[in-house]
């Protein structure tokens, strides 16, 4: 029985012992047991996504999660749904501790997830330009956001958004964020209405949110939310310009199934490349398999980009699958990344009298001072239109490559038939340098930045032609015949023809 007593009065001993080492934090190399701070997800929305942040607190002698520091610190992490990321991208095994902390861990403190970071938690230097980042992202039961663009001049960060029409205006809030993961900087937005079409009405528009940024401050990702929201369902990355290295970019609106015609594609495209366009830039709504093809092929080349329109709204609630949206989109993607834009369509040709080139031509006239002032004072070129009939019979005139234009389905080339010509603002497309434009339509501008005009190509310096399958209701007397274009027969139409041939070789297309 003594004995028995004095296993007893030992093992007792034995456990204490245990257990005050285990509890004592003076011991070197033994981590106290982490105090977890977490924020809760918003439960603004049911389909709302927070982030919760957890800190991980660690006294002088720790070497838990240390990642060599000898100083006393407080790491900062992101659970988002199932996964954990740290911030400083410290190794797996340290983000599996961590995530077991996050679950088992005994104290929750909670704070706001809004919260913002400092200024200089932002990349101070400029950052060097990445392919551009877009794509729809819900931002309330009826706005949706499509890109973000990082404009020089302001210090802004310029969002486009999809707005229910009629709209009452709200109040927009903008996170700006150094990561993915960062709680970010939260501002106020200023939202700024696009032009509604001026033919016929539709459920729904397009809009700016202007982001303000801090003085050298660059941030990576931006969300965007209204003032009734607890948290965004949004994060886009943010686009910065580039040194400009195009010329002139051609931008078209989006395209979707109605367009099948490769041979009229390729034509336009050779075309506009030989009249000096270093890149074209595409919406993709919906793009027929062979056309698709093609536009790829071209994309692998670099001279076509095709970016994601996949609208989330029906394409008959918004005018001509959100034209609108997809030119501002355009025009302010190119800021500092090329030199002048011009917005036209496929069925669309700006032909030049002299000029083959219409960079060069946009540099002469772009630079012609304004008799009553003193300085370059147009920001754009308006080119006015004249309709060419494609469902008449083809012109009797002949020339060289007229066998070649007839076999490939060249029909530009084919149809010599002019209507009247259109005066300004009617019909007319527009060539614009990027910096000068706040708010543009189809076929004028809407409204110049201050400082800014507008320069009307003569006819007879330049001219649009827009060849049409059906009669259109501006296609006014007194017809004529025009040769202008055939001129340019003898090198483009073997430029054209050997590219169907190459492309009908590598991409088993029928041309």
Partial sequence: ?????????????????????????????????????????????????????????????????????????????????????????????????LQKAAYNAPEIHIRRSEASLREDAFESTFPPR????????????RIFIYSAIYEIANSSVRALILVPEPFKPVSFFCILKRSWVHLGLRIKGRFQH????RW????NRCGFVHCPVPPNSYPEFISVLTARMSSPLNALPVNYPGPPYNRLTRCYPAVHGNFTDVNTLVTA??????????????????????????????????IVEM?????????DQIHYWGQMASIHDCVFSQLGVAKYVLLADIDEIIVP??????????????????????????????FQNAFFALY?????????????AKKFKMNVFLHTNRSRINGPNYRSKLLVKPEAVNLIHVHIMEEFLPGWEMYVVSPEVALMHHYREKKDSQSLNPWSQDFTFIKYSSSLIPKIKDRLISLQSELGIQI
């Fill in 1 to 97: 029985m003594k004995q028995c007593k004095i296993m007893v009065v030992l093992t007792l001993g034995i456990c204490l012992g245990t257990l005050l080492i285990y509890t004592n934090v003076s011991y070197t190399g033994v981590s106290t047991r982490p105090i977890i701070l977490a924020t809760q997800p918003s439960r603004h929305r049911d389909n709302t996504h927070g982030d919760i942040i957890v800190s991980v607190q660690k006294n002088k002698d720790s070497t838990m999660l240390q990642s060599g520091s000898k100083s006393p610190k407080q790491e900062a992490y992101i659970i988002n749904g199932n996964k954990t990321t740290l911030n400083n991208r410290n190794s797996e095994r340290n983000r599996q501790m």
């Fill in 130 to 141: 990445k392919p551009y980042q877009s794509g729809f992202q819900q931002v309330d039961d």
């Fill in 194 to 197: 696009i032009p509604p079409s």
């Fill in 200 to 203: 016929g009405s539709y459920k």
């Fill in 269 to 302: 495209l050779e075309t506009s490349r030989y009249f000096g366009t270093d890149k074209f830039l595409f919406y993709n709504y919906s793009i027929p398999e062979d056309v698709n093809k093609v536009l790829l092929h071209y994309e692998r080349e670099g």
């Fill in 307 to 315: 970016r994601n329109w996949k609208l989330p709204i029906p394409p």
């Fill in 353 to 382: 009298k002299e000029n083959v080139s219409i960079a060069d031509l946009a540099d002469r006239l772009l630079n012609t001072r304004k008799p009553t002032s003193q300085q370059n004072v147009y920001g754009a070129l308006m």
């Fill in 392 to 404: 008449e019979n083809e012109t009797k005139y002949m020339f060289s490559a007229k066998k070649d």
